[in-house]
C-alpha cells in the first residue's frame, strides 16, 4: 500500500488566490511527521513546511500553511496568496516512528503535484 | 545557513567511466543521505548515513558506492554505470534520523553515455 498518496497529479490557480494541494498517508505509527517539499524545474527540493504527529497546532510557515486531520490521515499543503514563483512541484513526504530501528531516517514521498499559477 | 552544497551540478561520464559525486553541509547534521530521481519521479532512497556509519542502503547495486569521510561530507562513487543509471542525484541531510526538518543540496544531473 502507498504510505503517501497525492491524487492530484496538476493543479492550476491564478496569482493572489490560495490553493490547497491533498496529501493523505497512511501509517500506524503513533509518532510520525509529515513534510512538504517544492521542487521547481532546477531541481533543487526545498523543504517548506514541517508536521509532527503530537503537535497540536497545524504548522504555518509565511504563505505555507498544513491542514492536518489526524483522524483522516491526510495533510494538506494551503498556500495563501499564490505568486507566480510558486509554480512547481509539490511533494508531500512522511517519517515513520522514533525507534524502529531500519525505517528510521526514511522519507516516504507521494507521486507529486505539478502546481502552475498563472497571471 | 541550511544549504547543502552539491557538486558536481552536471555530470556526463561514459559506461566505462569513475566518477564521484560529492554533497557537503556544515549544520552540524548527523544524518546524511543519498536519493536518486527519475524526471516526473519522487526520490528514492539509496542509502543513510547515520554519525558516519552506513545506516540503510536500499539494495543498491554494487557500481554506487557511498562514502561518509566526516561529518559534513558525503561521497558518492560510480563505476561502470549503465544508461538507466542517468537521472538527478539529491544529497540531503538533517539533525539526526529523527528527522523533523531534512534539507536537500540541488542535485547533480548525471547523464550516462
Known amino acids: 500500500a502507498q504510505k503517501i498518496t497525492q491524487t492530484q497529479p496538476g493543479m492550476f490557480v491564478q496569482e493572489k488566490e490560495a490553493v490547497t494541494l491533498d496529501c493523505t498517508y497512511d501509517t500506524s505509527d503513533q509518532s510520525y511527521g509529515l513534510f512538504w517539499y517544492k521542487q521547481p524545474s532546477s531541481g533543487e527540493m526545498i523543504f517548506l513546511i514541517y508536521q509532527g504527529s503530537y503537535d497540536e497546532q497545524n504548522a504555518t510557515e509565511g504563505r505555507y500553511s498544513l491542514n492536518f486531520q489526524k483522524a483522516r490521515k491526510s495533510a494538506n499543503l494551503v498556500i495563501s496568496a499564490s505568486q507566480l514563483g510558486d509554480s512547481a512541484m509539490y511533494f508531500c513526504a512522511m517519517r515513520e516512528g522514533r525507534g524502529r530501528g531500519s525505517t528510521l531516517g526514511r522519507l516516504y514521498f507521494g507521486r507529486g503535484t505539478q502546481l502552475t499559477v498563472w497571471p | 545557513d541550511t544549504e547543502v552544497t552539491q557538486t558536481p551540478k552536471h555530470l556526463v561520464m561514459g559506461m566505462t567511466n569513475k566518477k564521484s559525486l560529492k554533497c557537503e553541509q556544515h549544520?552540524?547534521?548527523?544524518?546524511m543521505y543519498w536519493y536518486k530521481q527519475k524526471a516526473k519521479k519522487p526520490p528514492e532512497l539509496m542509502f543513510v548515513y547515520s554519525y558516519e556509519k552506513l545506516s540503510i542502503n536500499e539494495s543498491v547495486p554494487s557500481r554506487f558506492s557511498p562514502e561518509c569521510p566526516n561529518s559534513s561530507l558525503l561521497n558518492l562513487h560510480l563505476h561502470a554505470l549503465q544508461p538507466e543509471d542517468s537521472a538527478l542525484y539529491l544529497c540531503?541531510?538533517?539533525?539526526?534520523?529523527?528527522?523533523?526538518?531534512?534539507?536537500f543540496g540541488q542535485g547533480t544531473r548525471l547523464t550516462v553515455v
Open positions: 540531503a541531510s538533517s539533525q539526526d534520523l529523527r528527522v523533523t526538518e531534512a534539507f
Open positions: 549544520m552540524g547534521h548527523r544524518a
